[in-house]
């Protein structure tokens, strides 16, 4: 069976043995200056002034809607536009702090939201915060969606879990929005086993991240942050100090053994991203020729292309069947994402009145698959792959 993810982290026995060592010599495993190195080696990385560590990338998106409305920028029942095609926890948290969470279709070629899509909705919706998932390493034309949001005055998000790496117009994928979430989850770009992370160019939006991550207090803040939160708000004795809870938060700490891990792992990142990238063109090119079965996927527009999956969206829901028969004890494989969030029982009981018919989304979520891309497949692996989605 060729499994969607092989390992645990990159390189697992050497990290293994790193990490034990770390474990042992460690003074301490909560939250602390491990994970300080972590957010700006990370942040670096990614070419973002501020990282914020959190312990998944759900947590990750929850922080930023959370963040917003602390900043009075979201209120109850204002309405959030997400991608229609994405996972679960993206929509979560908007419908979990009583936002009206509204859908946007995907283009069937890029399998993400075009800017025609988000025109087409804003006519419809006064829509307040834009939360685009970077689906599969793929984009549209996201520098348009940017651009149309800093015309309108909308706050543009990006969920960028699954695009960790991709270059789109000579810019990363996740810099394009005020602020874009990662997940750390094992089997995407880059595992801490569970973790995620926000990073952003805001400082103030960074500082809001940090005390909506811990409690709403201000322990995780520089000493100069720090003075200038309890000058505002005169707290002037340390025995109330430590204990005061400025606004509304979360205990959403990774710990330093999360960060030790990412901190072995970034180094290997451009690696992973490049064994990932030959290995969709290995597999990819050849089985999207096969045009007679299945959409074509466009992604001449990407510069560099890193994703975790390799989607295949079938002209008929009768060769998805056949295919995901013919996968059986083969290849593991799965629906697109969490495929048409419309469709998902949560969304129907509580956003009912934002359900479409007839959607792009819905036909990936009936017709679509994906199966992983790892750097670890072998060329014996990635070839049986062709086959089975070729002949
Ligand atoms: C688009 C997207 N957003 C958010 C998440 C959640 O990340 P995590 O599993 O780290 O909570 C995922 C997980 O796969 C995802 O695909």
């Not at 070419?47 to 209120?75: D, E, P, T, W, Y």
């Not at 006064?126 to 909308?154: A, H, M, Q, S």
């Not at 959607?359 to 062709?386: C, M, W």
């Amino acid at each position: 069976m060729i499994r969607l993810i092989k390992s645990t982290y990159h390189n697992e026995k050497e990290t293994t043995k790193k990490l034990i060592s770390f474990i042992g010599h460690a003074k301490q495993l909560s939250f602390g200056p491990e994970c300080h190195k972590f957010e700006a080696e990370f942040a670096k990385w990614q070419k973002r002034k501020h990282c914020v560590f959190l312990n998944s990338g759900s947590s990750a998106n929850l922080a930023m809607i959370q963040a917003l409305i602390n900043f009075g920028k979201l209120k109850t029942g204002d309405m959030v536009g997400f991608s229609a095609l994405t996972w679960s926890t993206n929509v979560m948290p908007i419908i979990q702090l009583g936002l009206k969470a509204v859908p946007i279709d995907v283009e069937l070629d890029t399998l993400n939201v075009s800017s025609k899509q988000v025109l087409k909705i804003l006519k419809k919706y006064p829509i307040k915060v834009l939360f685009l998932t970077n689906l599969l390493g793929f984009c549209d034309d996201i520098d348009e969606i940017k651009r149309i949001c800093d015309k309108k005055k909308i706050i543009f998000l990006e969920d960028n879990c699954e695009s960790l790496g991709t270059v789109y117009k000579g810019k990363l994928l996740g810099n394009y929005g005020l602020a874009s979430s990662v997940s750390f989850y094992v089997g995407h770009h880059m595992s801490t086993v569970e973790g995620g992370a926000v990073c952003t160019d805001s400082e103030r939006l960074a500082t809001m991240l940090r005390i909506v991550r811990a409690h709403g207090w201000d322990r995780n803040l520089s000493e100069q942050k720090q003075v200038k939160i309890r000058n505002k708000y005169k707290i002037n004795s340390t025995f109330y100090s430590r204990y005061t809870f400025y606004d509304l938060g979360y205990n959403l700490r990774p710990t330093e053994i999360n960060a030790h891990i990412g901190r072995i792992q970034i180094p290997f990142l451009k690696e992973i991203t490049k064994q990932r990238n030959k290995n969709f063109f290995e597999m990819a090119v050849p089985i999207y020729q096969r045009t007679d079965r299945y959409y074509p996927i466009k992604y001449s527009h990407i510069d560099f292309l890193s994703n975790f999956a390799i989607p295949v969206i079938c002209r008929s829901q009768k060769i998805r069947d056949e295919l995901v028969e013919k996968c059986n004890d083969k290849i593991e494989i799965r629906p697109i994402v969490g495929g048409d969030m419309t469709r998902q029982p949560f969304f129907s009981k509580y956003m009912k009145q934002f359900s479409y018919e007839s959607s792009n989304a819905k036909l990936v979520h009936e017709q679509g698959l994906y199966f992983g891309n790892n750097p670890e497949l072998t060329d014996r692996e990635k070839k049986l792959i062709v086959q089975v989605f070729t002949k």
